[in-house]
């Protein structure tokens, strides 16, 4: 069985590569043979977007609409490609993550006025929505942190993440195809994730905060003003 699941993950790396390359993803029959699909442009579509316990892939062929390529076969493996620095970032639950093979830890900073957070401004442009994340933002500055990043993918602030290159990064409104790789890669290289309130993930809530360490993550927690963006599990009647 292991080695079943390690195939699959070889073939991911070497369909990233190649996406990578060509910019796009020739062939989405690549991920089709033996498991359900969530990706961001099938249920822009129409396509369902429900998680269940079978097998699923969930694929954002570009993320940060740039550069980047990150797909998931949820909680079981992760794949992110960002393709200008060559970098590919690989997770296998259990058995953890890896930059071009070099293994990946969250960094070890307790204090959080000598932390780097990342995060972004995202693409609702809600008033409200708008007002709440610049004064989160503010809050975060203020606490204060040493200082505040955004890679412009979320995919890529997650890995950010996983190779201590920042302490914590947060967002409400992404959806579960930009962040289910990345979540994997912060894990198993030994951070933590919750809810932009402190509670547990909940990866279709489209609310994150994923961190180096749960005492770095409380911090943040409590500078956030949330909001509830519209689920990506949500009924198709609501959407
Ligand atoms: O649309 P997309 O470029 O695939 O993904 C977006 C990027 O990850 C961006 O950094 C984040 O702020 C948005 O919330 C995402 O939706
Ligand atoms: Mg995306
Ligand atoms: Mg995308």
């Known amino acids: 069985m292991a080695e079943q699941w390690q195939d699959v993950l070889d073939h991911a790396v070497a369909v990233a590569q190649k996406a990578g390359k060509v910019g796009l993803l020739e062939n989405p029959d690549y991920f089709i043979p033996l498991v359900l699909f969530i990706g961001e442009e099938s249920v822009a579509a129409g396509e369902p977007c429900d998680l269940t316990d079978e097998p699923t892939w969930i694929i954002d062929p570009i993320d940060g609409t740039t550069n980047f390529f990150p797909l998931a076969f949820l909680l079981i493996m992760g794949v992110v490609y960002s393709c200008l620095e060559d970098k590919m970032f690989v997770a296998r639950r259990g058995k953890g993550a890896f930059c071009n093979g070099k293994q990946l830890r969250v960094s070890d900073q307790k204090d959080i006025h000598c932390s780097i957070v990342a995060t972004e401004f995202g693409s609702n442009r ?63 290289a030994g951070g933590v994730l919750m809810d932009v309130e402190g509670g547990a993930l909940d990866m279709m809530s489209r609310r994150i905060l994923a961190a180096n360490n749960r005492h770095i993550a409380e911090q943040i927690v409590g500078q956030i003003q949330a909001f509830t963006p519209q689920r990506d599990d949500a009924p198709p009647q609501q959407q």
């Open 126 to 188: 809600d008033g409200g929505a708008v007002e709440k994340i610049f004064s989160s933002l503010r809050k975060v500055v203020c606490l204060p942190v040493h200082g505040v990043r955004g890679a412009g993918s979320a995919a890529i602030n997650l890995c950010l993440v996983a190779s201590g290159c920042v302490e914590a990064y947060y967002e409400i409104g992404v959806h579960v195809w930009d962040v289910a790789a990345g979540a994997l890669m912060v894990t198993e």
